[in-house]
C-alpha cells in the first residue's frame, strides 16, 4: 500500500478494506513466528468505529499493531461494558469482523501460553482460552491501555515505570502473550472461569491457590476428581435437591457453620432459575460448589478423599449414593476420620445403631454428623423420656426418620400436645411416632386439617383418634392428592356418604391403598368373575376390609374353593363377604371337610363365625344333640 489514508475514513468500502486488512494481520500472524504480511502502523478508535490508518512507509520492518481503547463491541464481546457511547450501525459489519478477529487473536496468544509457559496440553489449553471470555476482554483492554500509554507524548514518570516492561513494537499476540504471563495466575483464572466461576470469584481463588504453591495442571486434576465424585452422567431427575428442600424444611435449630455454609450453597443452587432442582447438574452446581466451600481445591486426593470414599463404603453407604451424601453436606469430604467421624458416628450407637447401620443413617440424614444435630440428639431424646414415651419406639422412630434430629423441642412439643388432644400419649404415642415418624414434623395447623376432615365427614373425635393409633400415616397424607381421591372412588362402586363413617371405621386402611395399583383391580376382579357393580358396593359397605385384600393371595384361592370345590353359588360372598377373611387352611377347608363328611348344608356365616367350641357343639355333637340346620 502506498497510498496514505487519512481523516474518518468515511467511504464504506475504504472501511472494508481497513477491517479486511485487519483481520489478515491478526489471523496470520502467528506467535514467535514472521509476519507474512506488511503490518499496519496504527488502529485509531473512536466512539463510533475501529479504523486502520495505513501509512505510505509501511513495510515488513514497520511498527506493528499498536492498540487505542477498545471499541465497545469487542469489550462487549469480550464481556466487558464499557462506557462508550453506542455504535453508529454505519461500519457495525465491519468492526464485528475486526472484534472477532482480535478475540482470535487473544484466544491463540491465551492457547498459547497456557500451554508453552504453564504445561498443559494443547486439547486442554484450547478449551481454556476458548472458554473464558471475559478474561480475553480483560487482557485486550489492558494491552489498549498500555499501547495508548506508551503512544501519549505526555507520559508521567508513574505511567512510565508501569511500560518499563512493554514493548510498542511487539505484535498484538505478543502483547497479549506477555499480558497473560504479568498477570501471575499461572493460567488458573482462565481455567476457573472456563469452569463456570465469575471472573471476580476466579481472580480471588486464583491468587488463594496460586499462594498455595498449586499448579494448573494439579488443578485441573484436583477438579476432574471432584466432578466424578460430586456429579454423575446420569440425570437425577432433580431427587437430590428434593431430599435438600426437605432438610431445609425441616431444620428448626441453631446450626454450626459446617451445615450453615450448607445452607448458603443450596440458596445460590435455588436463586438460579430451574431451582434446587438442578444441585445434581455439574454445570448448573459445580461453580456455587466451588464458591461455597474454596478448601476443595485443595483437599489431597489421595490422603483425604479417597480415604473418606473407602470409609464411607465400609460403613454401608452404596457407590451410588456417595455423591448424594457429599452434595447435600460437603463438608463432611473434609472431616478427619479418626478424630471428627469416628466419635460422631459412636454418639449414634444411643440410637441402638450398629457399625454397618451407620451408612444407612447418613443416607438418610447426611447433616446427622454436624456438632449442632448431635447436639440436639440429646435433648430429643430426653424430651421423649419425659413424656413416657418407651425409648425402643422413639429409636425405632430416629432410625426411621433421622430428620427429627433437625427439630427443635419446642417444635416437637407442639406436635405431641396435638396427638395428647385425642388420647395419643405414652405407649399409644410411641406406636404413632415408630410408624410415622414424619407426623412430628408436619405443622400442626396441617395435622388439625386432617381431624376436620374426618369430623366432617361425620366421626368422632374418638372415632378419629382410634383411626390415629391404628393408622397414622393417613394424617401425613394430601387430603386432596390422597384421602378425597379414596373417597371418590368409593362413591364410584356406590358405597354412599352416609355409609362412610362405618366405612372409614372398620378399615381406614384403604386410605393408604393406591387406587390404580390395588383398589380398582381388586374390585374390577370381583365383578369379573360375576358380581354386579351394586353387589361389590354393597359388600363394601358390610366389610371395607375387603378393599385390602389380594388378588393372589387371597381373593382369587378363596373364591376357587368356594365355587368349585364347595359349589357355593355367588349370593352366598353377598351376603357374607366376611368369608374372605378367615383362614383358607386353617378354618375353611377343615370346617367344610366336617360339613361334607356329616353330609350337612348351611350358610357361609353359620359355618364361619363361631368359635371352635361353638362350631364343635352345633355341628360335631359335642356336649349336645346334633341339630340339623333350618331351611
Not at 461494558?81 to 468492526?95: K, N, Q, V
Not at 494448573?216 to 486434576?221: E, Y
Not at 363328611?597 to 363365625?609: R, V
Request: glycine share 4%; hydrophobic share 40%; proline share 6%.
Amino acid at each position: 500500500m502506498s497510498s496514505k489514508w487519512v481523516g474518518n475514513c468515511n467511504n464504506r468500502n475504504a472501511s472494508f478494506t481497513c477491517f479486511s486488512y485487519l483481520n489478515q494481520y491478526l489471523l496470520y500472524h502467528h506467535h514467535h513466528h514472521a509476519f507474512l504480511l506488511p503490518p499496519p502502523t496504527t488502529i485509531f478508535s473512536n466512539p463510533e468505529k475501529l479504523l486502520l490508518c495505513p501509512t505510505a512507509s509501511s513495510s515488513r520492518t514497520s511498527p506493528p499493531l499498536i492498540l487505542q481503547p477498545i471499541s465497545r463491541k469487542i469489550l462487549l464481546a469480550a464481556g466487558l461494558h464499557p462506557s462508550l457511547p453506542p455504535a453508529d450501525d454505519d461500519g457495525e459489519e465491519e468492526e464485528g469482523e475486526a472484534t472477532n478477529a482480535l478475540v482470535t487473536a487473544a484466544r491463540e496468544a491465551v492457547r498459547l501460553y497456557i500451554e508453552e509457559q504453564v504445561g498443559v496440553s494443547k486439547e486442554e489449553s484450547l478449551h481454556i482460552s476458548s472458554n473464558s471470555p471475559k478474561y480475553l476482554g480483560m487482557l485486550i483492554q489492558s494491552v489498549g491501555e498500555l499501547d495508548q500509554l506508551s503512544s501519549s507524548s505526555y507520559s508521567s514518570s508513574s505511567s512510565s515505570s508501569a511500560l518499563a516492561f512493554w514493548s510498542p513494537s511487539s505484535s498484538f499476540m505478543d502483547k497479549v502473550y506477555e499480558m497473560a504471563r504479568r498477570k501471575g495466575d499461572k493460567g488458573m483464572l482462565p481455567y476457573l472461569e472456563s469452569i463456570g466461576l465469575t471472573l471476580s470469584s476466579a481472580s480471588h481463588f486464583a491468587r488463594y491457590l496460586t499462594s498455595h504453591s498449586h499448579t494448573l495442571p494439579t488443578l485441573i486434576h484436583q477438579v476432574k476428581h471432584l466432578k466424578e465424585i460430586f456429579f454423575s452422567d446420569t440425570d437425577d431427575q432433580g431427587i437430590i435437591g428434593k431430599y435438600a428442600r426437605t432438610m431445609m424444611m425441616h431444620l428448626s435449630i441453631y446450626v454450626d457453620e459446617d451445615v450453615q455454609q450448607t445452607l448458603s450453597f443450596f440458596e445460590k443452587i435455588q436463586a438460579r432459575r430451574g431451582g434446587l432442582k438442578l444441585l445434581g447438574s455439574s454445570d448448573a452446581s459445580f461453580p456455587q460448589l466451588i464458591e461455597s466451600f474454596p478448601s476443595l481445591l485443595l483437599l489431597p486426593i489421595d490422603s483425604q478423599v479417597k480415604l473418606m470414599v473407602e470409609f464411607l463404603k465400609h460403613i454401608g453407604v452404596p457407590q451410588g449414593c456417595l455423591r448424594k451424601l457429599f452434595l447435600l453436606f460437603p463438608p463432611l469430604i473434609s472431616y478427619d476420620i479418626e478424630k471428627e467421624v469416628k466419635p460422631r458416628l459412636l454418639a449414634l450407637q444411643k440410637v441402638g445403631a450398629e457399625y454397618t447401620d451407620f451408612g444407612m443413617l447418613l443416607i438418610k440424614y447426611p447433616w446427622i454428623l454436624s456438632t449442632s444435630i448431635l447436639a440436639n440428639f440429646g435433648k430429643v431424646l430426653d424430651f421423649f423420656d419425659e413424656e413416657k414415651v418407651p425409648q425402643d419406639r422413639v429409636i425405632t422412630a430416629i432410625k426411621n426418620w433421622p430428620l427429627l434430629l433437625g427439630c427443635s423441642v419446642k417444635r416437637l412439643k407442639l406436635m405431641v400436645e396435638q396427638f395428647s388432644e385425642l388420647n395419643i400419649t405414652h405407649k399409644k404415642l410411641g406406636r404413632v411416632i415408630a410408624r410415622s415418624p414424619q407426623l412430628l414434623l408436619q405443622k400442626p395447623e396441617e395435622f388439625t386439617e386432617v381431624i376436620l376432615f374426618f369430623k366432617d365427614l361425620g366421626l368422632d373425635e374418638a372415632s378419629v383418634g382410634r383411626i390415629l393409633a391404628r393408622c397414622p400415616e393417613i394424617f401425613a397424607a394430601s387430603i386432596e392428592e390422597t384421602l378425597k381421591r379414596k373417597l371418590a372412588f368409593l362413591s364410584s362402586i356406590g358405597v354412599s356418604r352416609d355409609h362412610l363413617p362405618r366405612v372409614i371405621k372398620k378399615y381406614p386402611d384403604f386410605f393408604v391403598c393406591d387406587v390404580d395399583r390395588a383398589l380398582r383391580p381388586r374390585m374390577m376382579y370381583l365383578m369379573k368373575i360375576g358380581l354386579s357393580k351394586k353387589d361389590v358396593g354393597f359388600m363394601v359397605r358390610r366389610f371395607s376390609p375387603l378393599l385390602g385384600y389380594s388378588i393372589e393371595n387371597v381373593l382369587r384361592p378363596k373364591l376357587e374353593f368356594l365355587i368349585d370345590i364347595m359349589e357355593k353359588p355367588l349370593s352366598d360372598l353377598v351376603d357374607y363377604p366376611r368369608y374372605f377373611s378367615y383362614s383358607l387352611e386353617k378354618k375353611i377347608k377343615p370346617r367344610y371337610c366336617v360339613l361334607k363328611g356329616k353330609n350337612l348344608e348351611c350358610s357361609l356365616k353359620d359355618m364361619l363365625n363361631k368359635n371352635d367350641e361353638e362350631f364343635a357343639a352345633e355341628f360335631m355333637g359335642v356336649g349336645r344333640m346334633l341339630a340339623l340346620p333350618v331351611e
